[in-house]
């Protein structure tokens, strides 16, 4: 069963302290998307990666950082320097850089 | 420089009826448009996409969209609603960036289409 996994579906974190967002693919896809959604904003892209081992800036990178060690993996940490972390987070992939995204179910970070 | 804008922010209809949802769009290049939909505390989801193929593209569950270059416009619609169908639905608009050559994608801010009985 091909798919994009997120975990965790929620999760809670205290202000000051850094969480890591998990994104699995077994889709055999390239590239690979993290975005931010807020209430009335659209999707705003953090970061992504077209390769293994390469990963760039999206709009709203400042207080996130990525890594990009496996074809199938690309998690997302939200350090203590992202001044407003509570969203819901969402992981997208695609077979090549300009293909269509296929996005994952999703996790809401709320910061207490 | 590429932007979408979803002209309805809400959208109600009664169940039965036509659905409209309506999206324009401003790109430098040939664009490639999607629509996606979003059920409440979920990933969004392909309905349909342009890629300069026929105008007129066919979805999923019954959506159609079609795409007019002279009105840059790309809306959504569906001949009768079902309950199913209330959503979020993001109309979305991708182009090569001339500096990565990544294909970039673009949201509009949504339109929650609520559905009566």
């Known amino acids: 069963d091909g798919g994009i996994t997120q975990s965790p579906k929620y999760l809670f974190r205290k202000e000051g302290q850094n969480v890591t967002l998990s994104c699995e693919q077994n889709l055999n896809h390239d590239a690979m998307y993290w975005y931010r959604q807020d209430p009335g904003q659209g999707l705003r892209l953090i970061y992504y990666?077209?390769?293994?081992?390469?990963?760039q800036k999206g709009d709203i990178a400042e207080g996130y950082s990525v890594s990009r060690e496996k074809k199938e993996s690309f998690p997302l940490t939200v350090t203590s320097a992202q001044k407003n972390p509570t969203a819901f987070y969402l992981c997208a992939s695609s077979k090549g850089h300009a293909d269509t995204q296929y996005f994952g179910p999703g996790t809401r970070l709320t910061v207490l | 420089a590429q932007s979408v804008t979803q002209l309805d922010s809400h959208v109600s209809v009664s169940e039965g009826t036509p659905v409209l949802l309506r999206c324009n769009y401003s790109?430098?290049?040939?664009?490639?448009l999607f629509w996606y939909v979003q059920h409440p505390n979920k990933g969004l989801q392909l309905l349909l996409k342009?890629?300069?193929?026929?105008?007129l593209v066919k979805g999923i569950n019954g959506f159609e969209a079609e795409f007019k270059k002279s009105e840059t416009s790309f809306h959504l619609t569906k001949p009768s609603a079902h309950m199913s169908d209330a959503a979020e639905y993001f109309c979305v608009v991708s182009d090569k960036d001339r500096g990565s050559t990544l294909g970039r994608l673009y949201f509009g801010r949504g339109t929650q289409l609520t559905v009566w009985p």
């Open positions: 790109s430098s290049y040939s664009p490639s």
């Open positions: 342009y890629t300069s193929a026929a105008t």
């Open positions: 990666s077209q390769i293994v081992n390469d990963f």
